[in-house]
């Protein structure tokens, strides 16, 4: 018996020693909280709670499914994550930014004689955004497809002024638009913002092919828009020109069919009239007396033009 009382003394005075020196709560060396230490190793517990459970983590919920939520087309794909450059149909995409002053004016001019040329190419007075035959380049204007001031800010800004003019004056990015579309209804949109309602194919392969060669970037809402016309496209060439002898598809002369066709399509309130606001809406101003919706219209002028 006392043999045995003494093996069982030896372990309980180590035990006693261990404690005074460092087990207890003083300012030492003591192990951290959850551990348990003997002479050979420091076990880690684990809190309670985060052993093999299914709990929810401390932010109410599974944090992988919450990021899921998070990227539901709201945040950039896997490609563009910092540090990677994603790129879509041969261009970098990345935010448009304005690295330099932009101005027309001095950098961004064409000599009048380039609207002859871009006839020659189309091969009349046409609009292909509209499908549009003019009877003559007084009613168009020069149509940059991607806008001067969106190249300027997808990467010319940083390229010098003979790259800017040479730009300016590509015959690939030129074309015909009615004014009032040009001016009100596209102007320095990109395709994100606006789409012709004719030649959309032609229209979304020649905004590639345009920033392709000068080595422009495209933003992200760009490229998807792009890529949701271009899937249903079984070519990116310009539909056959089928013309007619006035503007917009109306009857030279005006006659009735043109009249009622005129006020279906750009009398908003059907008030039996059209007004400025109503023709800058539909990109048809300024209007010209040839076209069916200017008997409908106030020239207060009288000089054949209304909504200038």
């Not at 800004?157 to 001016?183: I, S, Y």
């Not at 994100?192 to 020649?206: D, I, Q, V």
Request: glycine share 12%; hydrophobic share 25%.
């Amino acid at each position: 018996m006392k043999n045995i009382s003494l093996k069982l003394a030896a372990p309980l005075v180590a035990l006693l020693v261990l404690l005074s020196c460092g087990g207890g709560g003083g300012s030492g060396n003591s192990p951290d909280a959850g551990s348990v230490t003997t002479e050979d190793e420091t076990i880690i517990l684990p809190p309670p709670g985060d052993g093999d459970g299914d709990g929810d983590d401390d932010n109410g919920g599974d944090s992988r499914d919450q990021n899921e939520h998070e990227n539901d087309g709201s945040r950039p794909g896997p490609t563009d994550e910092p540090g990677t450059e994603a790129t879509w149909r041969g261009l970098t995409v990345a935010p448009e930014n304005r690295c330099s002053p932009y101005d027309r004016d001095r950098d961004y001019r064409y000599p009048p004689s380039v609207e002859q040329d871009i006839v020659r190419r189309l091969g009349r007075v046409y609009g292909p955004y509209t499908g549009t035959c003019f009877s003559s380049t007084g009613e168009t204007d020069i149509e940059h497809i991607v806008a001067t001031s969106e190249a300027h800010d997808s990467g010319l800004c940083a390229r010098d002024r003979a790259t800017r003019t040479r730009f300016a004056r590509d015959l690939r990015n030129l074309t015909l638009a009615d004014p009032g579309l040009n001016r009100y209804r596209k102007s320095d949109r990109d395709a994100a913002e606006w789409t012709p309602m004719r030649n959309r194919c032609w229209f979304a392969g020649r905004v590639i092919e345009v920033r392709r060669a000068y080595g422009l970037t495209i933003d992200r809402r760009e490229a998807d828009a792009l890529e949701r016309i271009l899937s249903g496209c079984g070519s990116t060439a310009m539909e056959p020109i089928v013309c007619h002898r006035t503007t917009e598809g109306g009857n030279e002369g005006g006659g009735s069919a043109g009249d009622d066709d005129a006020l279906a399509r750009y009398d908003d309130n059907g008030d039996g009239r059209i007004t400025c606001a109503e023709a800058r809406r539909h990109g048809i101003a300024p209007v010209r007396r040839s076209h069916p919706a200017y008997r409908h219209m106030r020239d207060g002028d009288g000089d054949g033009v209304a909504c200038e």
